[in-house]
């Protein structure tokens, strides 16, 4: 599965939609994930930058990324500031 971007707004998170150039970038890419040891840490680059990422312009707020691996949800957030 992909990373998707959200936005915080109204007390919710929203799901952006992902930008044409992103799902021509990884529609075929393989994100597979790896099993890791109790207490490990994988490491994942990604060659796009958020705007990118991004069906929409990223204003002032905050965001996060998701990603889900083994039927958990996995978040990194952060702000948008002018």
Do not use: N
């Not at 965001?63 to 002018?82: G, H, P, Q």
Request: with cysteine; proline share 5%.
């Amino acid at each position: 599965m992909s990373v998707l971007t959200a936005k915080y707004r109204d007390g919710k998170w929203h799901r952006l939609p992902k930008s044409k150039k992103y799902d021509e970038t990884y529609f075929y890419a393989s994100m597979v994930s790896e099993k890791c040891p109790a207490g490990g840490t994988k490491t994942q680059e990604f060659s796009l930058s958020l705007p990118d990422m991004a069906g929409e312009k990223l204003t002032p707020g905050k965001y996060r990324l998701e990603k889900e691996l083994s039927f958990d949800w996995y978040f990194a957030e952060f702000e948008v500031i002018e």
